[in-house]
């Protein structure tokens, strides 16, 4: 029996997805600076606390991102790897 794969279904090489993932990887954090940073001068904070505020908001927004994200990725692989 034959398996037909469709185009869509295909993984590409991870040389091809690089270019890929480096536009995500700058743009998934420019929201919390953008937002902390516009907060901070609104509010009329000191830069520390600007500097502060940033740190916050990245460390809060990268807390269960990256292992949510590789989990249901290996979750993902698992269920194809059940269904063949």
């Known amino acids: 029996m ?3 794969v ?4 295909k993984r590409l090489a991870p040389a ?3 270019p ?3 536009p995500h990887a700058l743009v998934r954090p420019a929201g ?9 001068w609104a509010l009329k904070r000191l830069p ?8 916050a908001a990245l460390f809060a927004g990268g807390v ?6 590789t ?3 290996i979750n993902a692989d698992a269920a194809r790897a059940e269904s063949v």
Not at 64 to 69: E, H, K
């Open 2 to 4: 034959t398996t037909i």
């Open 6 to 9: 469709l185009a869509v279904d």
């Open 16 to 18: 091809r997805l690089a």
């Open 20 to 22: 890929l993932d480096l």
């Open 32 to 40: 919390a600076i953008a937002t902390a940073v516009i907060v901070g």
């Open 48 to 55: 520390k606390q600007v500097v502060t505020g940033l740190n």
């Open 64 to 69: 269960g991102r990256s292992r949510d994200t």
């Open 71 to 73: 989990c249901a990725a």
